[in-house]
């Protein structure tokens, strides 16, 4: 049985490094979409890593095999440092994507407001040349006009909010994920630590 539980759990860990492993290709490194991306690809396949250790220790305790378990625990506790920096990188990376979008949005709404500023000048040019088409109404045409540009800015400032909150809720949301993570593999670290000195104290094996 202990022989089962070991390849199996040797099995995730090859399962979880090898698509950690297809994550990283091509590198994307500095940029924030890519990052944010492997991180969440990380995330995903978390629950390889974490059956895999449980399996891999439940292995080694029953070979009661006390050496084994020091491996694995710094294997723990290495996996739950990256992990836990992956959360200000995350953090950062949002930010970033965040600055970027809303920077796109403005931009956008500079160009759709200098068309309005535009069609805004035309009517004014036309006016003070009195050469409106006949029948125009210059209220209602002044009214669409202004109506365009609140609207625009309406617009514009609704896409930034919801923006805001989409990657407000990708930072919480991914960065809770990445603790649970690091806190079960710190827990799992400890765990080994505690196995292997029951393992080392235990008068069967010494003797």
């Known amino acids: 049985m202990e022989r089962f539980f070991s390849l199996t759990g040797l099995a995730f860990h090859a399962l979880f490094l090898l698509n950690a492993a297809t994550l990283l290709v091509p590198p994307g490194f500095l940029n924030p979409n890519w990052e944010v991306q492997t991180i969440t690809g990380l995330i995903n396949y978390a629950p390889l890593l974490l059956l895999g250790v449980a399996l891999t220790g439940s292995g080694i305790y029953l070979r009661e095999r006390a050496e084994r378990f020091r491996v694995l625990q710094l294997y723990c506790y290495v996996l739950a440092v990256l992990f836990a920096l992956c959360v200000p990188l995350l953090v950062v990376d949002s930010l970033r994507l965040y600055r ?10 500079q160009k759709t ?3 309005i500023d535009r069609q805004q000048n035309r009517l004014q ?15 209602k045409a002044r009214e669409r006009i202004e109506g365009a540009r609140l609207q625009t800015i309406k617009e514009a400032d609704q ?21 649970v993570v690091a806190v079960l ?7 080994s630590q505690f196995l292997a000195q029951g393992i080392t104290l235990d008068p069967n094996v010494a003797g």
Do not use: C, Y
């Open 185 to 191: 593999l710190f827990l799992l670290g400890r765990l």
């Open 100 to 109: 970027d979008t809303a920077g796109q949005i403005d931009e956008q709404q």
């Open 125 to 139: 040019s036309a006016i003070t040349a009195r050469s409106l088409p006949p029948g125009l109404d210059v209220a």
């Open 113 to 115: 407001i200098a068309d």
């Open 159 to 179: 896409a930034r909010a919801q923006t805001r909150l989409n990657f407000g809720r990708l930072a919480v949301s991914k960065t809770l994920l990445l603790l």
